[in-house]
């Protein structure tokens, strides 16, 4: 059984109304309004339960994305006499994909800079490992305190590899302190289209590509109308490719987030942090109940 089923169990379906599009009509629906909008793309339904479903959405100009269609469908369903509206914000929202694909395509070529979630722990044995092997190198990381065992790196993104940016590079490029953070969510942003939620009754699961995962909680400002919540939102960022959450409220779906946060940081090849965190005054802050 995976982290996610252990935590979450089996989602309720919607309730079924005769007036209401099924999933497989409104990603139909969806993909028509997609054509209308964009004429010479290709654009194909890749079918599956409400929280896989997406459409493959490959543009004249050579652009590719895939766009979620559960969150999408639930915004309908919470909702289907805003069925117009809906459609027309999911193409707001793949026009804004398109926009940004072009700027990250020019970027690509030196790298973009995006941030990781990391412990000071890892910090710790890279740093001794660097210093046993080249006793006179100068640190490789760009690394901030974030809360509790937690700190932020940054990273040089490219199609080919991925490598961790170096304070040269980031002087380089003249991004220091609050403006290499700044540009390392804004490069982050970009990817808020392709973020996945799943989950309900308070319990959720944050999903964007087993890379940068973790690193959506620092984006949660940008994404929290997407969540239902008990209390202040806490976080389990147990894993590079594992970002889980309930409320501070909720004590149930409390207890089990912190057991399900020990086992993943403990299990996992990409282990982070087997503490809870909370988003309080616009940051992360270590969560203490």
Not at 101 to 106: I, M, Q, R, V
Not at 111 to 131: C, D, F, M, N, Y
Not at 213 to 222: H, P, S, V
Request: charged share 25%.
């Amino acid at each position: 059984m995976s982290f996610f089923s252990k935590l979450f169990g089996r989602k309720p379906a919607a309730p079924a109304a005769a007036q209401v599009l099924d999933l497989q009509a409104f990603s139909q629906r969806f993909a028509g309004a997609l054509r209308d909008a964009f004429p010479d793309a290709h654009i194909r339904i890749h079918p599956g339960a409400q929280h896989e479903a997406r459409i493959e959405l490959a543009l004249a100009d050579g652009i590719r994305a895939n766009l979620q269609v559960g969150n999408a469908y639930q915004r309908y369903l919470n909702a289907p006499e805003d069925l117009e509206a809906t459609l027309a914000d999911q193409i707001a929202s793949a026009r804004e994909v398109q926009r940004q694909l072009s700027a990250e395509d020019a970027q690509a070529g030196e790298g973009v800079v995006l941030p990781v979630i990391k412990t000071r722990a890892w910090h710790e044995v890279a740093i001794r490992q660097l210093s046993a092997s080249q006793p006179q190198a100068a640190s490789p990381f760009v690394i901030e305190p974030l809360a509790g065992d937690l700190v932020v790196t940054y990273v040089l993104d490219t199609p080919a590899s991925m490598s961790f940016l170096s304070p040269e590079q980031a002087a380089q490029r003249e991004l220091h302190g609050p403006a290499l953070r700044a540009h390392a969510l804004d490069n982050l942003a970009r990817r808020l289209p392709e973020l996945e939620i799943k989950g309900g009754d308070g319990r959720y699961a944050a999903r964007l590509d087993r890379n940068y995962d973790a690193g959506m909680a620092l984006l949660f400002e940008r994404w929290r109308e997407r969540v239902s919540l008990r209390g202040e939102p806490v976080f389990a960022i147990a894993a590079r490719d594992e970002l889980l959450m309930c409320g501070s409220d909720d004590g149930e779906n409390l207890a089990s987030l912190r057991g399900i946060a020990q086992e993943i940081a403990g299990s996992s090849a990409y282990g982070l942090s087997a503490g809870l965190f909370v988003w309080r005054d616009g940051g992360l802050r270590a969560f203490e109940d």
